[in-house]
């Protein structure tokens, strides 16, 4: 990976953090900065309401701190340095089975450690990315995540049975642009099929000195 593909990946995340942090922490607090203003309100009028605003509030920087440890998270994995690739899925899948405990999530990944550490990060963001976007859009009942150390290349296909999407329409909206970055900047290919029995995201990432411009995704799968 050159210097050019480096500095690529990190306006992409930063792009990525930016839009995150505005889309929730920022709203939150705005919300909080309300709620705390009705508190001082109903402690000069009804004091039983200001303890229950209050609690309401208390709640609210429970969810900001969890938010923020997220967004820290993301910033650098350490997980990934501290306790290794398998632990890192484990834990997201933990994640995701929070926000939708009902979802069926199979992982069928590779080792990746050979690879340099910003190969690692890269990819498991990829991937991270394509589980939230499913698990906040999706309606999915199934999510399977599927990555192959190939010779020379690293295959990621994610797949679900949700209600699918409009790809002009949406890619925007749901976030999709940050994979399409990431792997642009990793000189791979990315390839998206949606209808409304689901979605499939196959991606195709070039290493070592092997890459190709003229590789398509043809064979992601």
Request: aromatic share 4%; charged share 30%.
């Amino acid at each position: 990976m050159n210097k050019k593909d480096i500095l690529l990946l990190q306006e992409t995340e930063r792009k990525r953090i930016a839009e995150a942090l505005h889309d929730t922490t920022v709203q939150d607090m705005v919300h909080l900065s309300q709620q705390l203003e009705l508190v001082l309100l109903y402690l000069e009028q009804d004091v039983i309401q200001a303890r229950l605003e209050a609690i309401t509030a208390r709640h609210q920087i429970k969810n900001i701190i969890s938010e923020m440890r997220d967004a820290i998270y993301d910033l650098r994995p350490l997980i990934l340095d501290e306790l290794g690739w398998n632990t890192a899925w484990e834990r997201l899948r933990n994640k995701l089975l929070k926000i939708k405990p009902d979802l069926n999530i199979s992982f069928d990944i590779d080792k990746i450690d050979p690879f340099d550490g910003l190969m690692a990060i890269s990819v498991y963001r990829i991937v991270c990315e394509g589980c939230q976007n499913i698990v906040k859009h999706s309606n999915a009942k199934m999510m399977k995540v599927i990555i192959k150390n190939a010779t020379s290349y690293i295959k990621i296909k994610i797949c679900d049975d949700g209600v699918g999407f409009v790809q002009k329409a949406t890619i925007n909206h749901f976030g999709l642009h940050f994979m399409h970055e990431r792997v642009a900047a990793l000189s791979g290919k990315i390839k998206i099929d949606s209808n409304v029995s689901g979605t499939v995201i196959q991606i195709k990432i070039p290493v070592g000195e092997r890459k190709k411009k003229n590789d398509s995704c043809n064979d992601c799968g």
